[in-house]
């Protein structure tokens, strides 16, 4: 029987071999070079500038055309998707779980918390829900200018009525009526521009510009909800419209025109802040950042002004403003971040450190923004619905 002779390893088999294993552990070496290797070797010097992170971006799901404005965030697990005639409850999965219906051609979403509240602008009907579904609908006896909500679920409407310069309805969590404040020319009076909550749900603050006299004067007025009165009225430094209001801790309210913001405590309006232009504004308990330009003709700069310990605004500086380029928007602060949306991407700083802003390139204009949490922000793209641990 023959017998079966086993390879033999030459010295030409055993040369390949050893040349095998250091090609391995070439690639292995290389590798772990390449993971090493700063960033700035593989990204543009402007990317490198901007601090450019795109591996942090997660698409969520994908939108049709036309459906992002439609879309907004709503809490940690949903967005609502809000038409004429419904409000959606969308999951981060891009499913609608549930649909209420509505009736509204011209759609005013205002969203507070748990609550939102759905109105017909220049129309009658609104429509308060929650996280579980519909908590009430009504009909106004005048049509809608702009509407508001309360994080408990109060809901307040200005409305447009003939013979005055405004009408303020407001409405308890149950949908029980609390007060109507027909406005009028008259001393501490005026038209009615616009209407915050207090934070404690106790009062509802109401911008005003007085007509009635020799010089026109604006006006702050607190309704004290508890016993529908007027709590106080305030003549602001300024005689000139502020229509964005901002409810702060210990009964403070920011007052924002094109051109300053005016603080309120107490029975006195201090001038806090002044720009040549204004473009948005953003407030948590930490303060307030701004887009805003310095001087004419120049680019809009980002500004975060914080409340000091006591929960007072701080006069900060003019000169630590970060320029983010033209076309910055959507400016959101909150969880001791800001993020400004500019062309396809988003900028993320720390409201602490504006001198080191991240960008997150999306690849699609962004439309509106809101952080979940102090590592993720969503953003609805005109494309698509996307998350990024900041």
Request: glycine share 4%.
């Given at each position: 029987m023959a017998q079966t002779q086993k390879p033999k390893f030459t010295p030409e088999r055993r040369g390949l071999g050893l040349i095998i294993a250091a090609a391995f552990a070439l690639v292995l070496l290389l590798l772990f070079l390449v993971a090493a290797m700063p960033r700035s070797l593989f990204l543009s010097a402007k990317a490198e500038e901007a601090d450019f992170l795109s591996l942090n971006t997660e698409e969520a799901f994908r939108l049709e055309e036309g459906v992002a404005v439609q879309m907004y965030p709503f809490n940690s697990d949903h967005l609502v998707k809000v038409t004429n005639e419904l409000v959606s409850y969308v999951s981060f999965k891009g499913s609608e779980e549930q649909a209420v219906q509505i009736n509204c051609p011209t759609p005013l979403v205002t969203i507070n918390g748990d609550y939102i509240l759905v109105s017909d602008l220049g129309g009658y009907r609104f429509y308060l829900l929650d996280g579980q579904g519909l908590v009430l609908q009504g009909k106004t006896s005048a049509p809608i200018r702009s509407a508001a909500v309360s994080s408990s679920g109060k809901t307040a409407f200005i409305m447009e009525e003939l013979h005055t310069k405004g009408v303020l309805r407001v409405l308890d969590e149950k949908g029980k009526h609390m007060l109507d404040w027909r406005v009028r020319d008259r001393l501490r009076s005026g038209y009615v521009i616009n209407m915050a909550f207090s934070q404690d749900n106790t009062?509802?603050?109401?911008?005003?510009?007085?007509?009635d006299g020799?010089?026109?004067?604006?006006?702050?007025?607190?309704?004290?909800?508890?016993?529908a009165t007027i709590a106080s009225s305030i003549v602001q430094p300024d005689p000139t419209a502020y229509p964005l209001?901002?409810?702060?801790?210990?009964?403070?309210?920011?007052?924002?025109?094109s051109e300053s913001v005016v603080q309120n405590r107490?029975?006195?309006a201090d001038?806090?802040?002044?720009?040549?232009?204004?473009?948005e504004v953003a407030v948590d308990a930490a303060g307030m950042a701004l887009l805003a330009s310095p001087q004419p003709?120049?680019?809009?700069?980002?500004?975060?002004?914080?409340?000091?310990?006591?929960g007072n605004a701080n006069q900060g500086s003019a000169s630590t403003g970060t320029q983010l380029g033209q076309g910055a928007f959507a400016l959101e602060a909150s969880y001791g971040h800001i993020a400004v949306a500019s062309g396809d991407g988003v900028y993320i700083l720390r409201q602490n450190n504006l001198s080191e802003p991240n960008y997150f390139a999306c690849g699609s204009p962004v439309i509106r923004q809101k952080f979940l949490s102090e590592?993720?922000?969503?953003i609805i793209c005109r494309d698509s619905v996307q998350i990024i641990r900041v």
């Open positions: 009062a509802i603050d109401v911008s005003l510009l007085n007509t020799a010089s026109l004067q604006s006006i702050l007025t607190r309704m004290d909800l508890t016993n209001l901002f409810s702060a801790a210990d009964s403070r309210v920011l007052m924002v025109s107490g029975a006195g001038a806090w802040l002044n720009f040549y232009r204004i473009q003709g120049e680019v809009p700069s980002l500004y975060f002004f914080p409340f000091d310990d006591s590592s993720h922000l969503l």
